[in-house]
Structures are given as C-alpha cells and as structure tokens.
C-alpha cells in the first residue's frame, strides 16, 4: 500500500521522466558504484578491500551462508535420523554464529528446535 507521500514523490518522480530530467546524468547505465567505508574502521579497510578483490567473505558471512544453505537442505527432508543431525548440526553453526559477535543476546540468531521437537513428538503437541 502506497501512502500519500509515497505517491505525491513518485507523481513528482514520473513527472521528472517526462520533462528528461533524469537524461544524461553522470554513469547513466552503467552499475552503481559503493564503495563507502565509512563504517569500516581505518584498521581494517585495506585488509577489507584486498579480500574483496579476491572474493573472500568475512567469516560471519561464511557462517550465515552455511546456516541458510543447511535450513534449505532441512526444509526438504523427511528422514528423521538425517533430520536430527542436520538440527545438531545447524544448531552448532547458530551457536558458532553467536559466539563471534559482540552483541546483546536479544540479537542473536536462535536456534532451532521446533522442527526437532516435532519429529520427536510428532505433529500434534502433547497434551
């Protein structure tokens, strides 16, 4: 849903296409460029840039690539024995995940155990 100023900005947006505002503009249709480091302390921003030139990710997004490639792998078994161990073992990647920030715990990823207590228990809860 689209709110007033949303509209009133791509009204403005369009009407700009129109008139050629946007015609001729410096890079026009080629990539944008990021290569804002701000974020980045002086320390590590050569040592960013020479992984990024050589396509290494940072462990953290190591581990988030591992963990989502591992819940795509979980989300399409049936084998409860295969199953279990995939849980142990995503679950060991969350905690490994975890451990490497410096963060308050309410922003840790969880881990996960309802899909282990469903094929352990079944599909309808205890009661």
């Known amino acids: 849903m689209i709110t007033g100023f949303e509209k009133i900005v791509e009204q403005r947006i369009q009407q700009a296409l129109k008139r050629g505002e946007f015609d001729n503009l410096p890079g026009s249709g080629k990539p944008l460029v990021f290569e804002n480091d701000d974020n980045v302390s002086e320390e590590l921003r ?18 988030k690539k591992e963990i989502n490639q591992t819940k795509e792998l979980l989300s399409g078994m049936k084998e409860t024995a295969d199953k279990y161990s995939l849980i142990k073992k995503l679950n060991f990647l969350i905690m490994k995940l975890n451990s490497t920030r410096n963060t308050p715990i309410m922003y840790e990823m969880p881990q996960q155990y309802e899909a282990k207590l469903i094929g352990h228990f079944g599909s309808k809860p205890a009661k």
Do not use: R, S
């Open 46 to 63: 050569l040592t960013y840039k020479i992984l990024k030139n050589a396509d290494c990710l940072p462990p953290e997004v190591e581990l």
